[in-house]
């Protein structure tokens, strides 16, 4: 019995992470069918992100495969250095150099996913704000005092946090929207060099990638999950006639 609380209480802080402080998180409508998506996903992961982030549980080759990338394409675009089509997809960066450098390690995303949620790490990757206390100068609404600067900061531009008006309703009368002043709102206070819808697509694009990197077989597993309850729907009946025979002559 000792064993079983011990080992819900070590997954007790990981759902804890998971879930965050008390922060509205926006709904990440994942599609791992949209290839587009996830092709996109992952060029925005290799220029932006797989500089300190590794994603060592996955390969080059399964990802080019799996995401109908060619292998020249992907050679030329998403594998860098010396790294060769069939490796795991590791970095460079040495975790003693980041650790100097960030004061913690870059975390390994293969699984980023899963750990956090897709609507986590969507909300995340839109929820930075302008903070110059800290050291890259930015802060993060979901993840309070986040030791990474915002890399996507030039697409997005510079978002703030403070007094804005936000809308709460709708007027049914005028057909106008209804707004309030309320503090803590994050805005933008400059555009970057996409709108803010195309920088939530890339966004979407991203964590839809992240997604798929965290359980790659999750289409081909829904798959043969509906042959096998057909399989069981089919099973059923001759189960069922076999045991009214077993028991036709009991009474």
């Known amino acids: 019995m000792k064993k079983v609380f011990a080992l819900i209480a070590a997954f007790i802080p990981a759902f804890a992470i ?3 402080a008390d922060v509205h998180l926006d709904k990440h409508l994942t599609d791992l069918k949209d290839t587009a ?46 790294k060769q089509f069939g490796e ?23 699984l980023v996913a899963r750990v956090r949620r897709p609507d986590w790490v969507y909300t995340y990757m839109r929820s930075f704000y ?6 890259w100068g930015v802060n993060n609404a979901v993840f309070k005092d986040v030791g990474m600067p915002h ?18 309703g709708f007027d049914t009368l005028t057909g106008q929207e209804i707004t309030e002043e309320h503090e ?14 195309e920088y939530d697509k890339v966004v979407y694009d991203l964590v839809n990638f992240l997604v798929y990197m965290a359980e790659p077989i999750a289409v081909e597993r829904e798959r043969i999950g509906w042959w096998v ?14 045991n009214k025979e077993y028991w036709r002559d009991v009474k």
């Open 18 to 20: 998971a879930a965050g």
């Open 37 to 82: 998506s996830l092709q996109r996903g992952a060029q925005t992961f290799a220029n932006y992100c797989m500089g300190c982030h590794s994603l060592e549980h996955a390969r080059f080759n399964r990802v080019a495969r799996d995401l109908g990338i060619p292998e020249e394409q992907m050679k030329e675009n998403l594998i860098f250095a010396d």
């Open 88 to 110: 795991l997809m590791t970095i460079g960066m040495h975790k003693e150099d980041s650790k100097r450098w960030f004061g913690a390690t870059p975390p390994d995303l293969t």
């Open 130 to 135: 302008e903070d110059p206390n800290r050291p």
């Open 151 to 168: 890399v996507l900061a030039g697409l997005q531009g510079r978002q703030v946090k403070g007094t804005a008006q936000v809308a709460v």
């Open 184 to 197: 803590g709102v994050l805005y933008l206070a400059e555009e970057g060099t996409l709108s803010a819808e």
């Open 229 to 242: 309850l057909l399989f069981l729907a089919i099973f059923f009946v001759p189960v069922y006639m076999l």
